[in-house]
């Protein structure tokens, strides 16, 4: 039997949380937490927003304080990688304090907050940013631009992928689930058959952002694009790779007809691109896409459905997203068929 | 034979009561979860109406696809595991007789049970794609 005054565990752990927070606050910034608040989003990584001496911060973590999964940087490495970034000018976060084991909260970093929104919906649709958007695949060009030119010896080590390490990588997740899924395999032959040359003979391997597409930029009313976020998929590779992903056609919110995003054209993007000295490779940014378009339908419908079957996740919105994967069947045969 | 009420009925209250009696009630991540229940409920009611006559549909093209014999069984997991090894080989592509028209159909299929507000969907209605059939 439980009586109602006393504390229930998640409470107990909140309030562990906060005080490991609020200790943060006082050793690095000098002064209490405040108004600390988790920010919606997020099912991979933890953001927290709190207040400390008068300047909001955000506290990034592995969900649960846990360590990186195998995909994820460890938080250190991406915090550098940040740091690297704002050095070369590009607009993101700025990293005030990497966490150490003895703050207790896990594998986490401090950035200082920044204004803006980053929920695609709100970006395509709300007329406060009606200005801005026109411009946002130029802007989208530019920044990829600057990011593949950072000098990637002065990083951490970072993991190397490539094309053809992502597809064999992809098709090994769907090849351990017994469904057949017969546009996924033609995909994959498709893929296969098109391999962009290998990117260490033809190119110098560059910085990639991994997960660049509308919902990982943040956007203001006023300027457009304002910070590159959720780094925590980066690596050595392809520079194509980030101008493929966000024009995967899931990640342009019911714009269909506007590639980048839901937001712009290729042309303007590609354009902004070459501009400030990036080299387009358009058939590569092409299977890109379309191997975008595959590892979506299969996060759907194997990562997802797994993990919701299992019962790891067993949760109503993780077992829906499972059912995405059949939007990615019919944008893949559209690709295919040559009419996306 | 169950008795009554029937299946989609029972369904169409539970959706009801979610509507107009729990998420009125609801704020913040219940509120959210809430309105994916209400989807997942029109998932199952579409399913439930759908997926036969789709099955069917999708077991006889697969059937004439893979040259199956008239009196040899071959369940739907198996005959879809047969043409993907068909797919993986080259042996069949989106050239090969019926394939395409095969495969926009079972997607169409799957997106009117799924999703059918999403806009890829649309577009290949636009497009002329045809629609899974019922039978």
Known sequence: MTHPTEKSPEKTQAEAFASRIDAICRSQFGAPVSNLKRLSGGASQESWQYICDGRAYVLRRNPHGQNASTNALPKATEAAVLEAAAAAGIAVPRVSYICAPSDEIGEAYVMEFIEGETIARKILRDAEFDAVRPNLAHQCGEVLAQLHQIDVSALPELPYSDAAGELEKYKGFLHQHKQPHPVFELAIKWLSDNLPPDIRASRAPVLVHGDFRNGNIMVSPEDGLVALLDWELTHIGDPMEDLGWPCVPSWRFGQHHLPVGGFGQREAFYAAYRANGGEVDESSARFWEILGTLKWGIMCAVLMSSTFESGADASVERGSIGRRSSETEIDLLRMLLEQD | ?135
Not at chain 2, 3 to 17: G, I, Y
Not at chain 2, 42 to 67: H, N, S, V, W
Not at chain 2, 103 to 109: E, R
Request: hydrophobic fraction near 40%.
């Open chain 2, 1 to 135: 034979m169950q008795d009554r009420p029937l299946a989609n009925d029972l369904l169409a209250a539970v959706r009801r009561f979610l509507t107009d009696t729990a998420m009125p009630q609801l704020q913040g991540h219940a509120a959210f979860s809430a309105r994916v229940a209400g989807n997942v409920l029109d998932i199952l009611a579409r399913e439930m109406a759908l997926a036969p006559g789709f099955q069917k549909a999708e077991t006889r093209r697969l059937r004439e696809l893979l040259d199956i014999a008239p009196d040899t069984h071959v369940d739907l997991l198996e005959l879809n595991q047969q043409l993907c090894a068909k797919i993986a080989s080259g042996e069949m592509n989106l050239t090969s007789p019926g394939l395409r028209d095969h495969l926009i159909k079972v997607s169409m299929g799957k997106l009117a049970i799924d999703q059918p507000r999403y806009q890829g969907y649309k577009t290949a209605q636009a497009n002329n794609w045809p629609e899974e059939e019922s039978k």
